[in-house]
């Protein structure tokens, strides 16, 4: 059902009303004393007795967000014809026209009109449009007798209206008159006609229109642009109107009612439908509309494209733009308006109730986002949760982060809101509700090297590169934001595991002839939430010819001709490239192959790594890695 917003002044508005109400719409007619006979039907709405201010029309017009605008506003008013044209979208905009017998305005679209009007009569014309289309006032029956004119002082305007059949004697070079002056001069010469162009100033315009009316004479307004349809045209256009769908994301707050904005409970009062989850729904006491429990964004993209509402609204809690989607939802949304009402977040509400700047704070989702690189990075985060938050606070106790501290807010602005502060250690494993806010503060912050315990990967029976040796491969390696990157022979994917967190951006293929490294990988990913890792079993050689090529690779347990491989991989393509290997004959040949091939940034490291392990009541140093590792940056193009 469309919506008609009517301002009404005409006669024709009555008839114009009667023919609307027939149809699938509603009218609300607008007027500050409504004179006449309107039906009374069920779809028209009158609304009377306040001022047509611009800010009355304007409020009224956001309010209803009709799909058209009618202006059946009578000419004398020409001030609320300039405030609805100012506040109206002009594409949704409708000028009626009067049309009757005897009518006191006529529009007339050329002077060649107006002249063809006055031909059929013999009684004097009054033109006020001076020197503008002069030239045809010489087709003008008895034009010396009947034409008069204002016409400004200069004898070059005067032999122009003489040589066009007006009389000197009947040109008026007072422009600034009066209505009073004005009535005057139209009692004096017995004027029948006034003739004015929609061009002139609108306070002129109704001053001309008031001293016709006193008159009694005919006012006609030269309008080629007025274009204003008849009631019947205005009929024809409303039937055509292909009502705008309009989808309303509604940030409903916190989760207590009292949070909501006057904004969003305005554009739920005006759906007719409200989507979100049943929670939220109740919790936020929608009752008196059509409602539909759904969850993901698919499903609520789903029932809009496959349902028809004039107007839906769909709720989700706080900041609408903030880890929900929105941004490819509404992208997805083709052929609708999707109007964004924000709430107060759960973010600025905690950060209230803590009383800290979150400016240059981030936000995360745990079930889709990496918290380990968010929290390492960053001194201020906040983590949303779906009831995961003692595996969150493990994952950053377990990591290094036991001493980050730490806030677990429970059931945020309700009646039994819950806030937890400490230290991780100290808050993990506690009893939480699953509607849970977290907030981490890192004074340590910074671009981590290494976010990988050893003791927090999944190892099996494949090999793992020592902790330190990952983290001269994350220095060396350099990684950037949406990046291909392979990690050949991946092993259990330790290496994948730390590239995934440190650039979470990019895209990540872990590569080993090793089944078990398959699972090994993807098990180790989901422990940490990354879902940027495509793990693939097979020879490396054989494997990248279907895959993009890499922008960086490491290569870290490969048994096949290593040389030979970064020839495939580098041919044509400019890499940076990574390779730890434990044979000097290699390590050799890469370097002589980077130099051949003027690569950039050559490097050749021999790195022998210690560790202490305890053996009864002391300490033994025994040897945890022995490598070779080359890099360098560059293009080999001669295979």
Known sequence: ???????????????????????????????????????????????????????????????????????????????????????????????????????????????????????????????????????????????????????????????????????????????????????????????????????????????????????????VIVSASDGSLDVDEVVSRVKAIDAVKQVYIIGVGVGNPKNMTIEACEAIDKCEIILGSEELIKGIGIDNKELHYAYSASEIENFVSSHYYNRLAVVTQGDVCLLNGIAEFIKNLKGYEVRIVQGVSSISYLAARLGIDWTNCVAVDSRTDNVLKAVAENKGVFVFTDGDTNDVLNLLKNNGFENVAACVAERLSFDDEK?????????????????????????????????????????????????????????????????????????????????????????????????????????????????????????????????PKADAVLVEHYYGDTVELIKQIAFENKVRIVVVTSGFDVAYKLIDLMHKNYFEEIELKQINITEGQNFGSGTNLVPAENCFVIKGIGAIEDK
């Open 1 to 219: 059902m469309s919506r008609v917003m009517l301002f009404a002044g005409l006669n024709e508005c009555i008839s114009l009303c009667e023919k609307l109400s027939k149809l699938d719409v509603i009218i609300d007619v607008y007027a500050e004393n409504l004179e006449g006979n309107y039906p009374e039907e069920s779809n028209i709405y009158i609304h009377t007795g306040e001022k047509l201010t611009k800010d009355y029309i304007k409020a009224e017009y956001d309010k209803f967000e009709p799909d058209v605008v009618i202006d059946g506003v009578h000419i004398a008013d020409v001030t609320i014809h300039e405030y609805i044209k100012e506040v109206v979208v002009s594409k949704k905009y409708i000028k009626l026209k009067e049309v009757k017998e005897n009518l006191d305005v006529a529009y007339c679209k050329t002077m060649d009109d107006v002249i063809t009007m006055v031909n059929r009569t013999r009684s004097n014309v009054y033109f006020t449009t001076g020197i503008k289309d002069i030239e045809k006032f010489a087709n003008i029956v008895d034009s010396r007798k009947r034409v008069f004119l204002d016409l400004p002082k200069g004898n070059s305007y005067l032999r122009l209206a003489a040589a066009n059949g007006v009389s000197l004697s009947r040109i008026n070079d007072i422009l600034d008159y009066t209505e009073e002056e004005l009535v005057g001069i139209i009692n004096d010469n017995s004027i029948k006609y006034i003739v004015a162009s929609d061009d002139e100033s609108l306070a002129r315009l109704k001053m001309m229109y008031q001293a016709s009316k006193d008159t009694n004479i005919i006012m």
């Open 419 to 547: 806030i937890t502060t400490g230290y991780v250690y100290e808050v993990a494993n506690g009893e939480y509700d699953s509607l849970t806010v977290m907030y981490f503060e890192n004074v340590s912050y910074g671009k981590a090297s290494s976010l990988v315990s050893d003791d927090n990967l999944i190892k099996g029976s494949l090999p793992m590169l020592n902790k330190n040796l990952r983290a001269v491969l994350m220095r060396d390696l350099d990684l950037r934001a949406n990046e291909v990157i392979y990690d050949i022979g991946s092993g259990c994917g330790a290496m994948t595991v730390e590239m995934a967190l440190l650039s979470d951006k990019s895209r990540i293929y872990a590569i080993d002839n090793d089944e078990l490294a398959l699972d090994l990988v993807e098990r180790n990913c989901n422990m940490y939430t990354i879902n940027n890792v495509r793990a693939i079993t097979g020879d490396a050689k054989s494997v990248i010819k279907d895959l």
